[in-house]
């Protein structure tokens, strides 16, 4: 390893070195000579001197330490090794168990020329009704996925990822940018209790970190994901768990390095970050990868610029909703926020988009029909507001759904419902088919039997 300079200020997030060899080059990593915990990454060259943004903390750090560089470009695991196992930003092991690399590749990746691109039609049915019905996915999809704590995030995913592999025999990888490391703790915990771990891997970049490492955990996660698309041939799934912080961290890192910000503090470059991660999830010949991206709302503010930005990318959004999840009917997805391109006649075809929209209309005349019977009774409808009345209440049992994943608390075993069958007992529900059943025999059921 050769000596490249010393370091002659420090901050935070970054250090500024001055140059001994002028071979450096941006995106090298560092270290200090003798001390391997300090590493950096080169950002700008001038002159005499580079400024290296510091991947770990600068607690004690002096001026004056040697600086020697380590590697070209940060490397992570490129193999099925990753399987199973947890990872911080800069793909180190970090769930305390051995590992041995098989196989290493720089993070940095293209993306997906337009020649590469495929625009697959395909659909990627979840088997979860209220998905699969009101918001259906394709591959190569990414969909944000909105909704605060305690209303279900955790249990959707995990339902996701089961029901994927189950389905496909897919794998998936979980990206915590920026989100409490007890909330990771407890996901890792979850996925190993349900069997899922071996299924998907891990990469955390958490709150604590320094907003370098929560920048990077989204580019390792969607390495990773790439390597389950090109070499093993998946369509696989990417959670990112909060790309919002993505944001955030590079906005941190912007205002340390004296770049100038925009509104609301937001990096200037902020559209060609947030492109650089979204060109990359796309499907080709080989496989796709299909993102849910959760987007945290700053103060409640949809018009948020960052948010906009993120939203401009997104074929789709699933809105979690508390006032559903206190009915006690989960997934609690409100179903008049969640949209998806597909939902369209020409790709889902006539009857499926029919269908949503009868529904649609049903679950909003049933809204106001609530109003009017808080103050004037249930005997005051019409009957054809009665029949409206109850089944939409039908309906809206008809989508919760036992998740395989939450068995063991529920004590009712998972179902996947295929769409053919979604859309037979949707269409019975609102021709009146089952007017004679009552209601909460659609309650927690995959299909209707008779």
């Known amino acids: 390893m050769m000596q490249v300079g010393k370091i002659i200020t420090i901050s935070d997030i970054s250090v500024e070195i001055i140059l001994s060899d002028n071979s450096l080059k941006i995106g090298d990593i560092l270290e200090v000579e003798g001390n391997s915990k300090y590493l950096f990454e080169v950002v700008e060259i001038n002159n005499i001197s580079a400024v290296c943004l510091s991947l770990y903390s600068t607690r004690g750090l002096q001026k004056g330490s040697t600086v020697i560089k380590k590697s070209d470009e940060l490397e992570i695991e490129y193999s099925d090794k990753i399987l199973g196992r947890v990872f911080n930003s800069y793909g180190d092991v970090i769930d305390g168990l051995p590992f041995e690399s098989e196989k290493k590749v720089k993070v940095s990746n293209s993306t997906v020329s337009l020649k590469e691109v495929k625009a697959s039609n395909e659909p990627l049915w979840t088997g979860i009704k209220v998905i699969d019905f009101f918001a259906p996915l394709q591959k190569g999809f990414k969909m944000g996925l909105l909704g605060g704590a305690g209303v279900g995030k955790t249990v959707l995913i995990k339902e996701l990822i089961h029901n994927i592999y189950a389905s496909s025999k897919s794998n998936a990888v979980f990206v915590g940018a920026g989100e409490r490391s007890r909330e990771g703790k407890e996901l890792y915990e ?61 906005a941190e890192i ?197």
């Open 190 to 250: 979850d996925m190993k209790s349900s069997d899922l771990l071996d299924k998907m891997t891990m990469v955390f970049g958490q709150m604590g970190d320094n907003p370098v490492s929560r920048s990077k955990s989204v580019t390792t996660g969607l390495r990773m994901a790439e390597y389950l698309r090109d070499e093993k041939g998946q369509d696989v799934l990417i959670f990112i768990d909060n790309i919002y912080r993505f944001i955030q961290a590079k």
């Open 254 to 450: 912007a205002t340390e390095l004296k770049e100038l910000l925009i509104e609301n503090g937001y990096p200037s470059n902020m559209a060609s970050e947030i492109s650089s991660i979204e060109e990359r999830i796309n499907s080709n010949d080989k496989g796709s990868i299909t993102s849910f991206q959760a987007i945290y709302i700053p103060a409640d503010d949809l018009s948020d610029d960052a948010v906009q930005t993120v939203m401009s990318y997104m074929d789709g959004q699933i809105v979690l909703d508390r006032k559903v999840a206190e009915l006690g009917l989960y997934p609690a997805i409100d179903v008049f926020k969640s949209t998806s391109r597909l939902v369209d006649a020409e790709k889902i075809g006539e009857r499926h988009f029919n269908l949503v929209e009868r529904v649609l209309a049903m679950l909003t005349r049933y809204e106001e029909l609530e109003e009017i019977i808080a103050v004037l009774g249930i005997e005051e409808l019409s009957e054809d507001d009665k029949l409206v009345f109850y089944r939409s209440r039908k309906l809206r049992n008809y989508f919760s759904q036992p998740m395989f994943v939450a068995e063991s608390f529920t004590n009712i075993k998972g179902e996947f419902v295929d769409i053919k069958d979604i859309l037979d007992d949707v269409e019975n529900i609102l021709n009146g088919k089952y007017d004679n059943v009552d209601e909460s025999k659609f309650r927690y059921i995959g299909k209707y039997h008779e």
